[in-house]
């Protein structure tokens, strides 16, 4: 149960936000994911920029968490 | 000749007056500090030998590194070290190098403060408190460690610590670059990072502030949070805001996987 914004995640060599399988209950809003370069999908509807894999995390749908995998 | 020896006089009762009046007491030594007080570095200090160039076996002591350098070829023992749980330390002002650890806080303590410090080239952490409460990092660079730059962690009985790292510029180590086990309430804000393995590394914190921060080019995670099973510890009420992740080789920022491995770092293993 974090509350994870406004921040920026580029250019890394895996998910920019990853929200493991042990995470829960998360708030995350506002933040900005790109050119991040997963190699494989982590969750379904995952993308190389963001995955969650964990249980009930939750946004309002202000992050800018794009390409689709 | 009257008026020369009244001038000496004047000069000598002068010289004295300052430390008396500033109450700081000289080091120009490898020293054991044993009484309360606040002390001053007067040379740059060195040693090639085993121990520490400063101890500390007291509580309530100021060292003024003075814009000095303290430098140990021994990677057995650190530079500066508490030899107890003392409390109200400060350490500031100059540069650290070498040693098993820049600065050691091995058993315990409260109220530590580190700041203005150039902390470089030890064999292990560069700074290292352990089961230390209520301390705060700040203003300081910390660079070209074997292991964590900055480490923190609870006591024996896994209890929790506090308090705030800030304003540190962290590069070039082995390990974290800021790695704290079972924080409670710590602040992590406005530090720069760059070339570590995990940038910031927190496993099963509580309440912490992770803020402002810079990461660039971890070879690991940029930040992390995890629960510890070996400890016992669930992360929950942490807040990340602000911070910029780039160009790490792993996840930029990552929440809630399970570590394994107890105090080191990277051997985690997602959920």
Redesign the interface.
Known sequence: ????????????????????????K?VYRRNT?RG?QSPSPCAIGSTPDFCD??AKNTSAGDNFLPDPQ | MKKLFALALLGAAAGTRLVADEGRIPISTPTTITKSGHYIVTRDLFINGPGSILAIGNNHVTIDLNGFSLQSLNGTDPVIRSLGGFGSLTIRNGTVEGGSAGILFPAGGTRVVIEGVLVTGADQDGIRLNGVNDFAIRRSIISIHHLDGIHVEAGNGYSEVVGTIENNLVEDCGGSGIEILDGSGVGVVGNRIRGTDQGIALVAPAGCLISDNTVVAARG??IF???DLTRGGA????????????????????????ETGGSSTGNFA??
Not at chain 1, 6 to 23: E, H, R
Not at chain 2, 236 to 255: D, F, K, P, T, Y
């Open positions: 149960m974090n509350q994870i914004e406004d921040n920026v995640m580029t250019l890394n060599g895996d998910v920019g936000l990853w929200l493991g399988g042990n995470s829960f998360n994911a991040n894999a964990g | 995670d940029g949070i995890f629960d992360h929950g009420g942490n807040r990340l805001s602000g911070n910029a992740v780039s160009g790490s080789g792993s996840v930029g920022i990552a929440i809630g996987g399970i997602a959920a």
